[in-house]
């Protein structure tokens, strides 16, 4: 049986063409086209809409929209996001960047989807064509398809360089699986004190969280060894670490204080 | 490069034109320009696509297969189930009077790993064929497994294999290799220190880029052309014949260049049933492996328990060394019995020891059937006795490679297997090691030679 | 089966082809194009055996609708000789023995191509990041890392 591919111009079309079972929706298929090459045989038929908007970036009074169908190499490719880089870097190889979106990214089951980690850190707004909603609740719904039409973009307070805290941890050098992947978005005081935090974690259940504990307990801290004890204590809380050929669930929760603290002093 | 001549200079005519010199590799223009042939760089008219439905199960009595639903798939042309093979059990060393058979092709009454095949469906593309093995029912009696080594040479173990009793390969020797060799526990009443470490390994994967696979094409009057990425070809050729109750000359196997193999590609596994799917159907087949299946199903590298215990002196001689090794063959032999007797043979190391007692032992359990990898049944047998030499040289303060020149084996020393030894290199090549890796050692060890023993 | 038209230029040539509707590129350049040279080690992205140039950029042909292809320009090592003469990075990989059983060899060539195409004098970690997509079982990349230099220091020269 061959899978047909139904192409619209507009968001709204491509949006009603996916209510029927089994049909997917086509970005850069690195995770459609991959399951269904693995014998994924509940997707039978893509859909992809070659609407400019899923492909345009927006930087407007500090706030940037990205479009869904944008990829890994274009947000690299534009110096309005440096503070996004690292983060986008991060996502596999340089292959996988020219065709991973950032659309895709938000679906990315673990061990997959570290864009999404930092974009959970930063806050961002997730928008549908059936409306917008905050990052977390995206995450916790994305699995019902049948509430929501596309993602159409992604929209974010631009993070200045060096705001946004990011670690992937992989065993392959340069480029690997993530063990764990932890993004911090801190603001400090004038006495260099936590006055807020957003931590997001990869890896440490099946889509991105965020480590709520760890936030508290940072809050009023120094970045120091001392300070941040209690914080490094509870990062775990709260996590349900996946187990796959990299790594186990209790190799993921034993190193993810270590690197988090690292995160921290770094 | 650097060519060292000066060692054994005395054994051949400096005459050497070759060695030293870079020629250009024959086939490394066809592969800078993708024009070298793998076995699945052609096309067929009529090709089918084979998709194996694997047992979901570590350890399982199969009751009923139900293949009529896959049968009416659209695009299923054929499915194969164990009835359909002339001789569905086989083990592949029976080719050198290594059994019993103990492995089935198709699964009948049993599956005894997670991954094993089961029902075969052949259809017009790969998504036919993935959709008709979704669509084939089997009803299962879900049994204990048994996944760790000494839990299953216990007696309350479950049986793996029913051709197995006890979960260990019956060697002519018993249900172990051994190697005797002077008095090994005069050897640890004389020695000033003993140490006992375990050593454990995990199955390694070879992951060749290129995964395993074969293409069939009926040639007529009921010969078969197979084109295979296989390592062996002719352990192919015997076991497809012996499977399919075919003389082998009407079998034409096509080799060629293997996108990596690394021992990976030595059992006999995609071929025998593309075969029979090719002349049971009448058309040309593809058996391919997903990078899924390269990864989790083909045999890796036996998982090893080795347990050694050595006597040493202060003086730095090994005096004795007593090793048990365990090798995982997984719930099948394919290559593992052989790999189990290789590592008793290897054990002492390349040091001469003169009380010496080796124990090794082939296990089966529920785990993927394990063979072949870059010198099975040696390679992690040296890791463990490498590590043993580091940690007796620190228990008696020593630099490491003097350890090893004092104990390093010699032309004309006896073995523990009784093979005197010849051809020794080892002084040698620790002796340029040293120079190279600036790691000196005293004057003495710069003077010894493998060819004789200093008075 | 539904059969779709795709027209593309592959090397150079212009070409229209009917393939079956969500065929990969992979599988359209190899089954129906005669074009064999991009290689499926995973069919997952993993491996980057397939990897192509698709209007100048490196893209996984496994992961790769040949339909999204239409109008495109795609680049395959099959094409990168001309008139049997080898490109730099083929003749530097012929030379620094980076090939052994050549299953990697067509794509990690393409996305070194790549590389050299946007950055004529990489330094040895632009090369490494530049391959860190394409997987090699036999050569442990050294020899490649080492090629791929040596044919941007051979391009430079020609053109100095």
New interface residues.
């Given amino acids: 049986m061959s899978l047909a591919v139904q192409t619209y111009s507009s968001v709204r079309d491509a949006s009603d063409a996916l209510k029927p079972d089994g049909i997917c929706y086509l970005g850069g298929g690195t995770l459609v086209v991959r399951a269904v090459n693995e014998g994924d045989v509940s997707i039978t038929g893509y859909v992809r809409s070659t609407a400019p908007t899923l492909q345009t970036i927006d930087i407007t009074e500090g706030r940037a929209t990205i479009g869904a169908s944008v990829t890994m190499a274009a947000v690299l490719g534009n110096a309005g996001l440096a503070g996004l880089h690292p983060v986008a870097k991060a996502v596999g190889g340089p292959t996988v960047r020219n065709m991973a979106t950032v659309g895709g990214n938000l679906f990315a089951p673990a061990p997959y989807g570290d864009f999404t980690v930092g974009l959970l850190a930063l806050e961002a707004t997730v928008h549908g064509a059936d409306g917008e909603s905050p990052i977390e609740d995206f995450l916790a719904g994305r699995d019902d398809r049948r509430k929501r039409g596309i993602v159409t973009a992604v929209s974010l307070d631009v993070p200045s360089a060096g705001v946004l805290r990011f670690l992937k941890v992989s065993r392959v050098k340069p480029r690997g699986v993530s063990v764990v992947t932890i993004a911090a978005a801190l603001a400090l005081d004038d006495a260099n004190k936590v006055k807020s935090a957003r931590i997001a974690l990869g890896c440490m259940a099946d889509r991105p969280i965020r480590a709520q504990a760890a936030e508290q307990a940072l809050i009023g801290c120094k970045l120091e060894k001392d300070d941040i004890r209690n914080a490094v204590a509870v990062i775990g809380e709260g996590t349900n670490p996946i187990t796959d050929p990299v790594a186990s669930a209790w190799y993921r929760s034993e190193v993810l204080p270590v690197h988090f603290s690292r995160l921290l002093l770094g | 490069m650097e060519l060292r001549k000066d060692y054994f200079s005395d054994e051949r005519n400096d005459d050497l034109n070759e060695i030293g010199h870079s020629r250009t590799r024959s086939d490394t223009p066809g592969h800078v320009t993708g024009r070298t042939a793998y076995f699945a760089d052609r096309t067929f008219p009529g090709l089918l696509h084979l998709k194996m439905m694997r047992s979901p199960h570590h350890h399982a009595n199969i009751r009923s297969i139900d293949v009529s639903e896959a049968e009416k798939h659209p695009g299923v042309i054929r499915v194969l189930t164990a009835k359909d093979v002339p001789h569905n059990l086989y083990t592949i060393l029976i080719l050198i009077q290594v059994g019993p058979e103990d492995e089935t092709v198709l699964a009948d009454k049993k599956v005894s790993w997670k991954g094993e095949a089961v029902v075969a469906v052949l259809a017009t593309s790969e998504r036919a064929a993935q959709e008709g093995a979704a669509k084939v029912k089997v009803e299962y009696e879900v049994l204990p497994a048994v996944f760790d080594m000494e839990e299953a040479l216990k007696p309350d173990a479950p049986l793996v294999n029913e051709h197995h009793p006890g979960n260990f390969y019956l060697y002519d020797s018993g249900d172990h290799r051994k190697v005797r060799f002077g008095d090994v526990e005069a050897g640890f009443a004389m020695a000033d220190h003993i140490l006992e470490q375990t050593y454990n390994s995990s199955p390694i994967e070879q992951a060749p880029l290129e995964t395993t696979g074969c293409i069939v094409t009926p040639d007529g009057n009921d010969r078969f052309t197979c084109y295979t990425d296989t390592q062996a070809m002719f352990f192919t050729l015997d076991n497809a014949s012996i499977i399919l109750q075919m003389p082998g000359h009407k079998l034409h196997m096509v080799g060629g260049t293997v996108g990596g193999g690394f021992g990976g590609k030595v059992d006999v596994i995609v071929e025998p049933i593309a075969i029979l799917a090719a002349k049971l159907t009448g058309r040309p087949v593809s058996f391919i492996y997903s990078r899924e299946e390269e990864m989790q199903i083909s045999s890796p590298r036996a998982a090893e328990r080795i347990v050694i215990r050595d006597g040493v002196m202060n003086d730095g001689r090994l005096v004795a060394r007593k090793v048990t090794g365990y090798t995982d063959a997984g719930a099948y032999s394919r290559h593992s019995p052989y790999g189990a007797q290789k590592g008793a043979a290897h054990y002492p190391g390349p040091y001469t020891v003169e009380n010496v007692w080796i124990d090794t032992y082939c296990v089966y359990t529920n785990r993927t059937p394990s063979s072949a990898m870059r010198g099975f049944g040696v390679t992690i047998a040296d890791f463990a006795l490498e590590v043993q030499m580091d940690k007796l040289a620190r228990l008696i303060g020593m630099d490491p490679l003097e350890f090893r020149f004092i104990n390093a084996y010699r032309d004309g020393d006896m073995k523990a297997h009784r093979q005197p030894t010849e051809g020794a290199a080892l002084i040698e090549c620790m002796q340029e090691a040293s120079r190279v890796a600036d790691w000196p050692v005293a004057d003495r060890f710069y003077e010894m030679s493998s060819r004789s023993r200093e008075a | 089966?539904?059969?779709?038209p795709v027209q593309f230029t592959l090397n150079g040539q212009e070409r229209a082809e009917f393939v079956?509707?969500?065929?990969?590129l992979l599988h359209a350049l190899?089954?129906t194009m005669g074009?064999?040279?991009?290689?499926?080690?995973?069919?997952?992205?993993?491996?980057?055996?397939c990897?192509v140039i698709v209007d100048g950029?490196?893209?996984?042909s496994?992961?790769?609708?040949a339909?999204?292809c239409e109008g495109a320009s795609i680049e395959?090592?099959?094409g990168?000789?001309s008139e049997g003469v080898?490109h730099p990075?083929?003749r530097a990989?012929?030379?620094g023995?980076a090939?052994q059983?050549?299953?990697?060899?067509?794509g990690m060539?393409m996305?070194a191509k790549?590389l050299l195409d946007h950055t004529p004098n990489p330094t040895r970690e632009d090369v490494?990041?530049?391959i860190?997509?394409?997987?090699?079982?036999?050569t442990g990349y050294e020899p490649i890392i080492q090629a791929v230099l040596k044919a941007a220091r051979s391009n430079s020269q020609k053109a100095g």
């Fill in positions: 089966m539904a059969r779709v079956e509707s969500g065929v990969t190899r089954d074009d064999t040279s991009p290689k499926g080690g995973c069919q997952q992205g993993a491996c980057g055996a990897s950029e490196l893209r996984l496994c992961l790769t609708l339909e999204t395959t090592a099959a990168l000789a080898l990075l083929q990989i012929v030379d023995f090939a059983c050549g299953f990697c060899t067509p060539i996305a790549t490494i990041e530049a860190s997509g394409n997987i090699c079982r036999c």
